[in-house]
Each structure stands twice: as structure tokens, then as C-alpha cells.
């Protein structure tokens, strides 16, 4: 209404929000958290914490924006076979091992891991529910690195719960920080793997955002190509 200029920084913590999904998913397969306490707390017990590699595993990619693209590389490199969906994002298949797929249904049938990277909108909130979990592979494992909301916290603690989902790994929620039942639920369950919203939090990551703020800023003061904007054509 006043003509004020709103602007984001939306691909400087491409990369940090990539390494983070990537670490989430090795962390929780390797129970790397549980395993460290254990030490910290004096004990020397390392058969509780046998992991899963996840070479040779299946990772469904909900998502193929600049950041699930950056993981489906990374995927790829550690030896997976990815699976994308993107139902409004045409993306390019030049990742090894890369297979596009169509449906949401059949890559939560198909795949060992799941993580999502989609923005939060009416349309995705809860596009991974109960009808979806009751689908996938027992044991699957799920991660979500995008925004709290896309996978039902309900669904999800549910899953866990009965044994259904074997792990998940959690940087984002419905609320920040987390304080209700369903939150307290996932967070506290030995098998969920649970971080502050740490996604764009390097260093690397917050110096490029601020950079490319600085120059976004200047080139629009200079009458220059308006990019990133929130409420105006670019």
C-alpha cells in the first residue's frame, strides 16, 4: 500500500540448507546424536547404535528447486538412487541415477528416504500425512529441512511411534521454537533427530546473504534490475 520495496535473499543458504539435509540424513542413519550422549554420559555401549548406510538406498526428493537439486547431486554422490518429484517445477535429469516421477504417491512407496524442500503454501502444508506414511516402506526414514508443516507433525509422531517410520530428522516446525504435546512427542522420541532451525546457519551462508542484500539493494537504488522481490514483477 505505500509502495515499499520488499526483497529476499532467497539462494545464498542453497548450499548450508543442502549440507544440512545431507548431514541430517547420515547423522540419524548413523544414530550419531544417541551415540555421542551415551559417551558424554561415561558409558562405552556401541551395539545399540548399529546405523544403516545409506549406500545403495533410495531417496525420494520432494521438491526440485535450487535446494532439492543440490541435494539430489549430493545424494547421487554418496552412491543413492534418487527419486524427484516436483509437480510445478520443470527440472533438468542430469543427475546420475536421477529418476523423475510423476507421483507423490508412488515415491513414498518407493523410496528408503524421503525429504522434502518445497515452500510452505496451502498446498503443501501437510502434503506428507497419514495417507501418505500408510504408503511408504516400513522404516522409512524421513527429513525435513524445508518448513515445519509440509509433513503432518501429527502424522509423523504417529508413525514413529508405532514403528512404522523407522527415524526422522527435523530442523523446521510448525511453530518456533517447539513447545506443544505433538512437538514435545517427536522431539523427545529416541528415533527422531531434532535441530533449532539451523538450516542457513554458516557462516559462509549468512556472509553471501548479506551480500547479495548489499547488491540487491544498490542495483535498486540505481534504478538497476530489481530481483528477489517479494510484491513486484522483477
Not at 523410496?111 to 503443501?124: G, K, Q
Not at 529416541?190 to 548489499?214: I, K
Request: proline share 6%; charged share 20%.
Amino acid at each position: 500500500e505505500r509502495g515499499i520495496l520488499v526483497m529476499n535473499t532467497p539462494d545464498g543458504n542453497t548450499i548450508a540448507t543442502a549440507e544440512l539435509a545431507i548431514t541430517l540424513m547420515l547423522s540419524m542413519s548413523r544414530k550419531i546424536a544417541p551415540a555421542s550422549a551415551s559417551l558424554l554420559a561415561g558409558k562405552w555401549d556401541r551395539k545399540p547404535f548399529q546405523g544403516n548406510q545409506v549406500f545403495g538406498k533410495t531417496l525420494g526428493v520432494v521438491g526440485m528447486g535450487r535446494i532439492g537439486r543440490a541435494v539430489a547431486h549430493r545424494a547421487a554422490g554418496l552412491g543413492m538412487k534418487v527419486l524427484a518429484y516436483d509437480p510445478h517445477v520443470s527440472f533438468p535429469s542430469e543427475v546420475d541415477g536421477l529418476e523423475t516421477i510423476t507421483q507423490l504417491d508412488e515415491l513414498c512407496g518407493r523410496a528408503d528416504y524421503i525429504t522434502v524442500h518445497v515452500p510452505r503454501t496451502p498446498e503443501t502444508a501437510g502434503m506428507i500425512g497419514a495417507e501418505q506414511i500408510a504408503m511408504m516402506k516400513p522404516g522409512v526414514r524421513l527429513i525435513n529441512a524445508a518448513r515445519g508443516g509440509i509433513i503432518d507433525e501429527s502424522a509423523l509422531a504417529a508413525g514413529i511411534e508405532s514403528g512404522v517410520i523407522g527415524a526422522a530428522a527435523l530442523d523446521v516446525y510448525t511453530a518456533e521454537p517447539p513447545t506443544d504435546d505433538v512437538h514435545r512427542r517427536l522431539i523427545e522420541h529416541p528415533n527422531v533427530l531434532a535441530v533449532p532451525h539451523l538450516g542457513a546457519s554458516t557462516a559462509e551462508a549468512q556472509e553471501q546473504v548479506a551480500l547479495d542484500a548489499a547488491q540487491e539493494l544498490v542495483s535498486a537504488l540505481r534504478g538497476g534490475e530489481v530481483r528477489s522481490a517479494l510484491n513486484a514483477p522483477g
